[in-house]
């Protein structure tokens, strides 16, 4: 399997490095060449399967055991998922009236990001024990990928990881599960800005390619193909999971409603639904609407400000995932892809062609949720099921409870559940509910922290350099005296 640059400008380059990439070179973000087609046999097969098995079958698909053999790549992703606190990694929680929701929040750090950023980091220790070299990663978030790549690479010799975080605009929380990992290869900044700004200097690092290399240099968030490729197995397991049956032809469609900001999951589910999956995707999003406008639209173009809201890993105004879409609906044009994009990082505003907004309204649907709906949501699931929403699954939630509450009918839906309630306590008091706290959360007020301020008077850029070379030459240094 080879990866292309959405903007076409790239060599290609296969799974290993795509893995090891950030940006590619051209500043587009990979994608497969070719996608597979799921046929009706493969389809009837899988459906058999668990999620961790569906996981093997998708990356087996997209890896290709020339790089990691089929035994090799099973035990990876064993190991990956051996700290989940649920035995089936993920699991369907089937509620009142037709409500379901797939928690996929049972990693270490109580988010969906652990899924992915595992069996990613399990692929890194493979090829890096065969490389012996040295990686710095670089990840800005907007709350839960900062902790979950944290936790995925802690201690590792070979790996340092840099985190900026936004200062003020994560739960306290997500915070701690950052500054309380006190280890010599995990560094966290705590910028004076949100989450897009803290894009700015990543991007203009990734850009200078010399430096890249030189530095070993790549990135966890979702602009890494890895995480992308992962997140489709909750698509087909969803799918499944809610399926009334698989003996009718053609086979018929099932609703995953994604609450989403950098869209990585929202372009899993579409890539999946490119390959013969009958989805029917829609995008939830919060007062930070900028996918909804995309899609309802085709207004690509920044709001004036980050507005914060309860679904705070969702306070995004620059999707950078959308690329991926884009090009995926544009029949895989990348001279149209990189002329969109390359408008919209010249403009910040950006209008789809008429037949590329077409395709996307075919392809996902999307509903704008208030911080109001999410605590009524939230309420009402308590009232109904005596279950805890975390503010980004309400997001998904409010948009079935909207549907049912027409009593047309629909069909089968899943609801993705990106976080567990107990990462967001603040959430569940402002619904007038009352949180439930595991010890290990609690016990993290307590912990010795660690957190380098980024101020708004400082060059960022500068400072992120400056960290990189010095994390450089220590490992050089290190190499030499061993």
Same mark, same amino acid.
Request: glycine share 4%.
């Given at each position: 399997?080879?990866?292309?640059?959405?903007?076409?400008?790239?060599?290609?380059?296969?799974?290993?490095?795509?893995?090891?990439?950030?940006?590619?070179?051209?500043?587009?973000?990979?994608?497969?060449?070719?996608?597979?087609?799921?046929?009706?046999?493969?389809?009837?097969?899988?459906?058999?399967?668990?999620?961790?098995?569906?996981?093997?079958?998708?990356?087996?698909?997209?890896?290709?055991?020339?790089?990691?053999?089929?035994?090799?790549?099973?035990?990876?992703?064993?190991?990956?998922?051996?700290?989940?606190?649920?035995?089936?990694?993920?699991?369907?929680?089937?509620?009142?009236?037709?409500?379901?929701?797939?928690?996929?929040?049972?990693?270490?750090?109580?988010?969906?990001?652990?899924?992915?950023?595992?069996?990613?980091?399990?692929?890194?220790?493979?090829? =890096?024990?065969? !490389?012996?070299?040295?990686?710095?990663? &670089? +990840?800005?978030?907007? %709350?839960?990928? $900062?902790?979950? #790549?944290?936790?995925?690479?802690?201690?590792?010799?070979?790996?340092?990881?840099?985190?900026?975080?936004?200062?003020?605009?994560?739960?306290?929380?997500?915070?701690?599960?950052?500054?309380?990992?006190?280890?010599?290869?995990?560094?966290?900044?705590?910028?004076?800005?949100?989450?897009?700004?803290?894009?700015?200097?990543?991007?203009?690092?990734?850009?200078?390619?010399?430096?890249?290399?030189?530095?070993?240099?790549?990135?966890?968030?979702?602009?890494?193909?890895?995480?992308?490729?992962?997140?489709?197995?909750?698509?087909?397991?969803?799918?499944?999971?809610?399926?009334?049956? =698989?003996?009718? !032809?053609?086979?018929?469609?099932?609703? &995953? +409603?994604?609450?989403? %900001?950098?869209? $990585?999951?929202? #372009?899993?589910?579409?890539?999946?639904?490119?390959?013969?999956?009958?989805?029917?995707?829609?995008?939830?999003?919060?007062?930070?609407?900028?996918?909804?406008?995309?899609?309802?639209?085709?207004?690509?173009?920044?709001?004036?400000?980050?507005?914060?809201?309860?679904?705070?890993?969702?306070?995004?105004?620059?999707?950078?995932?959308?690329?991926?879409?884009?090009?995926?609906?544009?029949?895989?044009?990348?001279?149209?892809?990189?002329?969109?994009?390359?408008?919209?990082?010249?403009?910040?505003?950006?209008?789809?062609?008429?037949?590329?907004?077409?395709?996307?309204?075919?392809?996902?649907?999307?509903?704008?949720?208030?911080?109001?709906?999410?605590?009524?949501?939230?309420?009402?699931?308590?009232?109904?099921?005596?279950?805890?929403?975390?503010?980004?699954?309400?997001?998904?939630?409010?948009?079935?409870?909207?549907?049912?509450?027409?009593?047309?009918?629909?069909?089968?839906?899943?609801?993705?559940?990106?976080?567990?309630?107990?990462?967001?306590?603040?959430?569940?008091?402002?619904?007038?509910?009352?949180?439930?706290?595991?010890?290990?959360?609690?016990?993290?007020?307590?912990?010795?922290?660690?957190?380098?301020?980024?101020?708004?008077?400082?060059?960022?850029?500068?400072?992120?350099?400056?960290?990189?070379?010095?994390?450089?030459?220590?490992?050089?240094?290190?190499?030499?005296?061993?």
């Amino acid at each position: 399997m080879w990866y292309i640059s959405t903007r076409g400008l790239a060599p290609k380059v296969d799974f290993e490095g795509a893995l090891f990439s950030g940006y590619a070179p051209d500043g587009g973000l990979y994608v497969p060449e070719e996608l597979p087609q799921l046929d009706r046999d493969t389809l009837c097969h899988w459906s058999k399967l668990s999620y961790r098995s569906l996981v093997k079958e998708l990356c087996s698909l997209f890896i290709g055991s020339t790089l990691i053999p089929r035994a090799e790549l099973n035990d990876l992703i064993d190991r990956a998922f051996s700290r989940f606190r649920h035995k089936e990694v993920v699991h369907l929680c089937r509620l009142r009236n037709g409500l379901n929701v797939l928690e996929l929040w049972h990693g270490v750090t109580y988010a969906f990001k652990d899924l992915s950023l595992s069996c990613t980091a399990q692929f890194l220790q493979y090829f =890096l024990e065969k !490389r012996k070299t040295h990686i710095t990663v &670089v +990840v800005g978030t907007s %709350g839960d990928t $900062g902790s979950a #790549a944290i936790k995925s690479v802690q201690g590792a010799k070979n790996v340092d990881i840099i985190v900026l975080l936004p200062k003020g605009h994560c739960s306290k929380i997500q915070e701690l599960q950052m500054t309380t990992v006190v280890k010599d290869n995990v560094h966290v900044f705590g910028a004076e800005g949100n989450s897009d700004e803290l894009d700015e200097p990543i991007r203009a690092v990734f850009a200078d390619e010399a430096f890249v290399k030189q530095h070993g240099l790549m990135s966890l968030n979702s602009i890494n193909w890895s995480r992308v490729l992962v997140q489709m197995a909750h698509y087909v397991f969803a799918y499944f999971q809610c399926v009334p049956s =698989l003996d009718t !032809r053609p086979l018929p469609p099932v609703e &995953v +409603v994604v609450p989403t %900001g950098a869209a $990585g999951n929202l #372009a899993a589910g579409c890539i999946v639904q490119k390959m013969g999956l009958p989805l029917r995707l829609v995008a939830g999003v919060n007062h930070n609407d900028i996918i909804h406008r995309t899609i309802q639209r085709g207004d690509f173009s920044l709001s004036a400000s980050v507005k914060p809201t309860l679904a705070s890993a969702m306070d995004i105004q620059v999707p950078y995932n959308m690329e991926r879409i884009f090009w995926l609906l544009s029949g895989s044009n990348s001279q149209l892809t990189r002329a969109l994009m390359e408008q919209f990082e010249r403009t910040q505003t950006l209008h789809l062609p008429k037949e590329l907004h077409s395709k996307l309204l075919q392809a996902v649907t999307s509903e704008s949720v208030s911080d109001d709906a999410i605590t009524h949501t939230m309420a009402r699931c308590w009232e109904e099921n005596q279950y805890l929403l975390c503010p980004h699954s309400a997001v998904a939630v409010s948009y079935h409870y909207q549907q049912t509450d027409r009593q047309q009918p629909s069909t089968p839906r899943c609801c993705l559940a990106p976080a567990s309630a107990a990462k967001f306590p603040e959430a569940v008091l402002a619904a007038g509910l009352t949180p439930n706290t595991p010890a290990d959360i609690l016990a993290l007020e307590h912990k010795e922290s660690r957190c380098t301020p980024l101020r708004r008077e400082d060059d960022w850029t500068r400072r992120l350099r400056d960290t990189i070379e010095a994390l450089s030459q220590r490992w050089h240094s290190q190499a030499v005296t061993a």
